[in-house]
């Protein structure tokens, strides 16, 4: 069983723009995780099983987009502590942790852009946790550039980061 914290996220800015043809909002901010986090748990299981957390979507789509094909699947047990509905993406950090999770099982792993594809098709904020640090999000959200900040930013990333 692999298990991570899912640390939460807050935006030191935002800029909604005009609505694009996709139906979503051309956006610039700033993504920074904060110390609050989720705790998730993923193992092979033979069916899709996620437990903890009755609200849960992004989870269960998440591991399934992991799927390796051959009949396996993955079990994933979350321990909510971020607020539901709070604007702190638990459920997109919960989502990007299972993926990443799950995906290191694999035997043959996804690269990085490969999984942050899948994220990006979960929701706007979702690919932000498979990267290090603050990171300035353009577009719809999921085109991230990781971004200088103060010494202290950096700090409490890492931090947020490793909470376990």
Known sequence: ???????AKINLALVVGPQRDDGKHELVTVYQRVALSDRIAV??????????????TLV????????????????ARI?????????????????????????????EPLELDALHRLASGLGADVPFFLHDGVQLATGDGTTLEPIDMPQEFADFDQQAREVV
């Open 1 to 7: 069983m692999r298990r991570a914290a899912a640390a």
């Open 43 to 56: 193992e092979h299981s033979a069916e899709l099983r996620v437990t903890g957390f009755a609200g849960d």
């Open 60 to 75: 269960r789509q998440a591991l399934e987009l992991v799927a390796d094909g051959d009949g396996t699947s993955f079990a």
């Open 79 to 107: 321990e909510k502590r971020i607020p539901v509905a709070a604007g702190l993406a638990g459920g997109s950090t919960d989502a990007a942790t299972a993926l990443r999770l799950a995906n290191d099982t694999l035997a």
